[in-house]
Nanobody, 119 residues
């Protein structure tokens, strides 16, 4: 069983920065990938960024150059550094983890954290 705890959301002005954190806890698992999805009003959930166990990353074109994803393996934590935020970045951001539990890959979701970019 894996539990995810997200933090770091809030209200920021356009051009501002914010850092999201997601910590995975539990036992008997190993993480294959950690990342972030988001869902804005009237939009479908989309991948923002993902970091894979080997260190490679996938980042959405809409946030390339502005957002960066990183991890701390010792803490089972993934971070999303968001810079130059735009109103269109407003969404609920969900942490997503792919973890191996007894050889089976399972998907876990965080509770979501609201990011609002507005002047």
């Amino acid at each position: 069983q894996v539990q995810l705890v997200e933090s770091g959301g809030g209200l920021v002005q356009p051009g501002g920065s914010l850092r999201l954190s997601c910590a995975a806890s539990g036992s008997g698992f190993s993480i294959n990938a950690m990342g972030w999805y988001r869902q804005g009003p009237g939009r479908q959930r989309e991948l923002v960024a993902q970091i894979i166990s080997g260190g490679s990353t996938n980042v959405a074109d809409s946030v390339k150059g502005r957002f960066g994803i990183s991890r701390d393996n010792a803490k089972n934590t993934v971070y999303l550094q968001m810079n130059s935020l735009k109103p269109e970045d407003t969404a609920v951001y969900y942490c997503n983890v792919l973890a191996s539990v007894r050889g089976i890959i399972r998907v876990y979701w965080g509770q979501g954290t609201q990011v609002t970019v507005s002047s």
